[in-house]
């Protein structure tokens, strides 16, 4: 995690996230890929959230 504030200059972040490259640490998304179970279809789910906002 990198931390930016305000009050840093251009070069300062530039540092910090050229820094975050560097570390090999890579999320691998893929071993949660399908974990989460639903009980309907996504679709379904999608059209009764949007229903509510009209």
Do not use: A, H, P, Y
Not at 8 to 37: H, I, P, Q
Not at 46 to 53: A, C
């Amino acid at each position: 995690m990198v931390v930016l504030t305000r009050k840093m200059t251009k070069k300062e972040v530039s540092k910090k996230l050229s820094s975050l490259s560097r570390t090999g640490k890579k999320f691998n998304s893929d071993k949660f890929c399908g974990k989460v179970k639903f009980e309907e279809d996504g679709l379904v789910i999608q059209k009764r959230l949007r229903s509510e906002w009209e």
